[in-house]
């Protein structure tokens, strides 16, 4: 019995036995269909935040190669 019981439908083997190549594939389409419905598109803001994040990290790799 698992602690989350809402989440018992998306465990990998509901029985011992492993899945075959359908019920995988049909597995894998829930769960991808699943996430993109929760998925959604970052806005400008998001957007500047994880350029401003790269640049920082790029700077900090460049200046560490450069001193090594």
Do not use: H
Not at 1 to 24: L, N, T
Not at 33 to 61: D, H, M, Q
């Amino acid at each position: 019995m698992s602690s989350y019981p809402k989440y018992d439908k998306y465990s990998k083997y509901q029985s011992k036995q492993k899945p075959g190549r359908y019920e995988r594939l049909t597995q894998f389409l829930k769960n991808a269909k699943r996430i993109i419905k929760t998925a959604n598109k970052p806005s400008r803001k998001e957007y500047w935040l994880i350029f401003k994040i790269c640049g920082i990290g790029i700077v900090v790799l460049g200046v560490l190669s450069y001193t090594i």
